[in-house]
């Protein structure tokens, strides 16, 4: 799978995109693998955190493209699928899909969309569950409870919808209010002494609990980061801070990439399984911090040799291998290489991204 064409670090992108997309939105059951998560991991009708990040990165692939059968996808999803909007039954990852909304509204002019998007903006403001160091609480459509947990997940989840919403509407407010979320993730996630993510913080116990520097966390901040930033600039203040702890970030994420192009699954420990949809994130993100300013050109060798790692990943019917499966902070770093690894849908939609992303780099150079 691999072209020296257009300096996109070799990964045929014409030949990739489409299957990766069609096995995203239009595989069947008996395609996923024999496992007892296989509905949750690739069945994208329901509302969650998992098809949510497909259906933006399917927004992103019609947004390159303008292929107005993925925009009729998208809205089909969305009536399919969203959820009645009760305050009290929201949680942080039911807003994922939610980051759309903007893009649709714009595209089709359904104020609807832009009706909903308020809503949710204002949930997050006013009524999300919020800890001690007022982060947003890391809540789940599950049935279990991570009290005064702060996750980097969140900041994808649901920080990147409130930027956009905060664009959509030139709202300071929102704006201000995805800086400063975005601010105190990084104070509390970001290790002093590696500059790598931890996973999560326990704000009652003080604690970053087993204190993983797993790549799927460094991938979500390595990757919201810019987007939120091309979002809110110009709307606020951006405190420099953010840009700093960015560029430590992934100079430190730089330093343990593999040989492959790929990162191990806790970014810390080489001997560990390497990691598909947080190597895909990383590299994503990278592209996106180059862009907006964030990092210098010379982090794009890097994203790179992670496209071609993440291309040897994918089939020839798109199906993207070497993903491991959701996963909450766990007990122990040990206990995050014995995930279970199996195609998903936030794995071919950081993949789908990252390949959407080097496509438009490709073309408008």
């Known amino acids: 799978m691999q072209e020296k064409a257009g300096g996109m670090g070799g990964v045929k992108l014409a030949t990739s995109i489409e299957p990766v997309y069609?096995?995203?939105?239009?595989?069947?059951?008996e395609e996923w693998g024999d496992h007892p998560w296989r509905d949750w991991a690739m069945n994208i009708h329901r509302w969650d955190w998992n098809p949510g990040v497909a259906i933006l990165a399917a927004m992103e692939y019609f947004k390159v493209t303008?292929?107005?059968?993925?925009?009729?996808?998208?809205?089909?999803?969305?009536?399919?699928?969203?959820?009645?909007?009760?305050?009290?039954?929201?949680v942080i990852n039911s807003v994922a899909p939610f980051a759309?909304?903007?893009?649709?509204?714009r595209v089709t002019a359904d104020e609807s969309y832009k009706q909903t998007a308020m809503k949710i903006a204002d949930w997050l403001i006013e009524r999300a569950p919020r800890t001690k160091e007022?982060?947003?609480e890391h809540t789940v459509t599950e049935s279990e409870a991570f009290r005064e947990q702060v996750w980097a997940d969140t900041v994808f989840m649901a920080v990147v919808f409130l930027?956009?919403?905060a664009r959509l509407f030139r709202d300071e407010h929102y704006a201000q209010e995805a800086a400063s979320q975005l601010l105190v993730h990084y104070r509390l996630l970001q290790d002093v002494e590696t500059n790598l993510f931890f996973h999560g913080y326990n704000c009652s116990l003080k604690s970053h609990m087993s204190a993983a520097r797993w790549t799927r966390a460094n991938a979500w901040m390595a990757l919201g980061t810019p987007m939120i930033y091309r979002e809110i600039q110009g709307l606020c203040e951006v405190p420099q801070e953010i840009g700093?702890?960015?560029?430590e970030m992934m100079q430190a994420i730089r330093a343990v990439q593999r040989d492959d192009g790929?990162?191990?699954?806790?970014?810390?420990?080489?001997?560990?399984?390497?990691e598909t949809s947080g190597s895909a994130g990383i590299a994503c993100g990278i592209i996106h911090g180059i862009s907006q300013g964030l990092l210098d050109d010379s982090f794009r060798e890097c994203a790179l040799n992670a496209a071609e790692g993440v291309s040897a990943q994918i089939g020839a019917d798109g199906r993207v291998s070497g993903v491991s499966g959701g996963t909450p902070?766990?007990?122990?770093?040990d206990d995050y290489n014995r995930v279970p690894v199996f195609p998903t849908l936030y794995g071919q939609g950081l993949v789908l991204m990252l390949l959407t992303t080097l496509h438009d780099e490709r073309t408008r150079s």
């Open 22 to 29: 069609r096995y995203m939105m239009h595989s069947h059951e």
């Open 66 to 90: 303008d292929r107005r059968e993925v925009l009729n996808e998208i809205v089909c999803w969305v009536n399919q699928n969203e959820p009645p909007f009760h305050g009290g039954s929201m």
């Open 100 to 105: 759309v909304y903007p893009d649709l509204f």
């Open 134 to 136: 007022s982060a947003f």
């Open 163 to 165: 930027a956009r919403s």
């Open 244 to 247: 700093t702890r960015y560029r």
């Open 262 to 274: 790929l990162w191990p699954t806790v970014l810390d420990r080489p001997d560990y399984v390497p």
């Open 329 to 333: 902070v766990l007990a122990s770093v």
